[in-house]
């Protein structure tokens, strides 16, 4: 009797171990499928008082403002804010109406390259009246004061110095400029070029071509001088854009031996045009160094600290003798 009511103990024992075991397992089960599908809450790890950045560069056809672009969400994001890009288009009417949308958002602070430095007057004074900060990036807008801190290339000197090593290299020359005469700092380097070679007698500007910067409307436009019978043997180019275009068209017509072509930019496009003797020398413009700039900018005058009204990011000069110092396949 002793030895079966200890066998029928065991039996009990065991159903309710096993019943405890599958009661268990079902609300494991249960709080897994719960948590999957329960939306999770982010809230305790969400920023406080979130600040909404507006940027608007004058075109995104460009790697030059991708890469700015590059370094200034990175450290936006990585701040837990967010951004709110548009793209012009190289259309100064479109980029007004972009920024007036950008107000409505209530953005706090504006990132700006300028499609008409001399466009925006009336929307940037509407921006400062709502308290929100200016930031101008690459060229300047035409009321400097209506910006908190303008950073840009030294445009100037971009164009001196290529105008300079011009001048060694042709003490004669008839001369095309691409140009862009809505942006100042189109308008910058072609003067800073300019002044390096004035007083050169043998050097004649013998056409102004404006192309807006851009490969594909300098190339139709070289070409169009080329029909027309233009003489010209060099060819100096506001940025590498119009650059590549040139090269292109005087490729087409078999005249890359016989004409120069100089720029701003060294785009690694046209590094490897230097590299292989197709363009001369370009100054070089650095854009993670402009982005990375801009973006402790922002967070300064998001914090309410003072900070320069104006940042000049210094160039150098790129040819065939220092190419190769500067990675042929991807920007400085």
Known sequence: MRFGKINTDEKQIKRLFWTALILADIFFIAALFSGLFRKRDYSANQKENVHLIGVSYM??????????????????EAEGDKVMLRDPALDAGRQKEQIEEMLRQGIDLLVITPVEWESLASILKEAKAKGVRIVVLDTNVYEEDLADCTITSDNYNAGKLVG?????????????????????????????FLDAVKGQKGIEVVQKIECEGQLEIAMPRLQEAIDQGVEFDNVFCLNDLAGVGVVAALEKN????????????????????????????????????????????????????????????????ITKDNVGDFGIDKWQ
């Open 254 to 317: 078999q005249m890359i031996e016989g004409v120069g072509v100089y720029g701003v930019d060294a785009s690694p496009d046209s590094k490897a045009l230097i590299q292989e003797g197709m363009m001369v020398a370009s100054a070089a413009q650095f854009p993670s160094e402009i982005g990375s700039r801009a973006a402790d900018v922002i967070y300064r005058l998001l914090a309410g600290e003072e900070v320069e009204k104006s940042i000049l990011v210094p160039v150098e000069l």
């Open 59 to 76: 075109t995104m056809n460009n790697e030059f403002y991708k890469i700015m672009s590059e370094e200034i969400s990175a450290r936006i």
């Open 164 to 192: 300079a090593y011009f001048r060694k290299k042709s003490p004669r020359a008839k001369l095309i400029l691409m140009t862009h005469e809505t942006a100042k700092s189109g308008q910058d380097r072609v003067q800073g």
